[in-house]
């Protein structure tokens, strides 16, 4: 159960990530930098090391979500979908992707969805695995965001979709003050459709921001629900190799 907004940018990005969990699961702990295929990989993490969003210092960022609406699982010993951010985070190139999503044990994995951004070429990747066959899709440079839920997936989309839709149309939209208040929305009311979720069972438990300029990577973590007013952790990076001036793709209007 999360959110992820991609804010598309001439020069680098931005994105968000709200994190939905039960509430009697343990929680998150803060960003660490850790060093993993060469690259230094900024990410928060599970008790058990697994994690749900990364980026590098390349400035690609990695973002998983589960696949409710895919109704198979895993029968007997399942690997945490944690495991597939630590797998990926320390690549840039997107044509490595798949080699190295078809080197984990995909059968012990349940369904999910892979965001994959890569600021130069400028191209934002999605992986779909549903247990039978492991799907990419390539989407183009513009602003755009993913839904998934555990709760009802389509009614979740449909809502939250809809209160996306409806502040792009604001003159701020795209800027990160604009993307917090859509990542603590209560839209149309507090509840499991909003983007802000808050379930008797389950809630929004951390909201994940990534911003990448053309020569820094920041990371802020805030660690219970975003409607909570809280002072979020600060984690940076200085890019390997700066963006590339000459690659700057012009940001669609919303």
């Given at each position: 159960m999360c959110t992820v907004t991609f804010i598309a940018r001439q020069r680098g990005y931005a994105l968000g990530m709200n994190r939905?969990?039960?509430l009697t699961r343990p929680p998150g702990h803060p960003p660490e930098r850790r060093d993993l295929g060469g690259h230094a990989v900024l990410c928060p993490f599970e008790t058990g090391?697994?994690?749900w969003i990364a980026v590098n210092d390349r400035g690609a960022t990695f973002a998983l979500i589960n696949w409710y609406s895919v109704k198979a699982a895993v029968s007997g010993r399942t690997v945490s979908r944690g495991e597939v951010i630590n797998a990926v985070s320390g690549n840039h190139l997107p044509g490595n992707l798949e080699s190295i999503l078809l080197g984990l044990p995909l059968s012990q994995i349940n369904p999910f969805r892979l965001i994959a951004v890569f600021p130069e070429p400028g191209l934002v990747t999605e992986w779909r695995w549903n247990l039978c066959r492991l799907l990419r899709l390539d989407h183009s440079w513009k602003t755009r965001q993913w839904i998934s839920s555990g709760f009802d997936e389509p009614t979740a989309e449909h809502a939250r979709g809809k209160t996306f839709e409806r502040v792009l149309r604001q003159r701020?939209?795209?800027?990160?003050?604009w993307l917090r208040r859509l990542h603590r929305s209560h839209s149309p009311h507090a509840g499991p459709f909003s983007t802000?979720?808050?379930r008797h069972d389950a809630a929004?438990?951390?909201?994940?921001?990534?911003?990448?300029?053309s020569v820094r990577v920041e990371m802020r973590y805030?660690?219970?629900?975003?409607?909570?007013?809280l002072t979020p952790?600060?984690?940076?990076?200085?890019?390997?190799?700066?963006?590339?001036?000459?690659?700057?793709?012009?940001?669609?209007?919303p």
């Amino acid at each position: 159960m999360c959110t992820v907004t991609f804010i598309a940018r001439q020069r680098g990005y931005a994105l968000g990530m709200n994190r939905d969990e039960k509430l009697t699961r343990p929680p998150g702990h803060p960003p660490e930098r850790r060093d993993l295929g060469g690259h230094a990989v900024l990410c928060p993490f599970e008790t058990g090391g697994g994690t749900w969003i990364a980026v590098n210092d390349r400035g690609a960022t990695f973002a998983l979500i589960n696949w409710y609406s895919v109704k198979a699982a895993v029968s007997g010993r399942t690997v945490s979908r944690g495991e597939v951010i630590n797998a990926v985070s320390g690549n840039h190139l997107p044509g490595n992707l798949e080699s190295i999503l078809l080197g984990l044990p995909l059968s012990q994995i349940n369904p999910f969805r892979l965001i994959a951004v890569f600021p130069e070429p400028g191209l934002v990747t999605e992986w779909r695995w549903n247990l039978c066959r492991l799907l990419r899709l390539d989407h183009s440079w513009k602003t755009r965001q993913w839904i998934s839920s555990g709760f009802d997936e389509p009614t979740a989309e449909h809502a939250r979709g809809k209160t996306f839709e409806r502040v792009l149309r604001q003159r701020s939209a795209g800027s990160l003050d604009w993307l917090r208040r859509l990542h603590r929305s209560h839209s149309p009311h507090a509840g499991p459709f909003s983007t802000c979720m808050h379930r008797h069972d389950a809630a929004s438990v951390s909201y994940t921001e990534v911003a990448v300029s053309s020569v820094r990577v920041e990371m802020r973590y805030h660690p219970e629900a975003p409607c909570h007013n809280l002072t979020p952790v600060l984690s940076q990076l200085k890019l390997r190799l700066p963006l590339n001036s000459g690659a700057a793709i012009p940001l669609p209007t919303p």
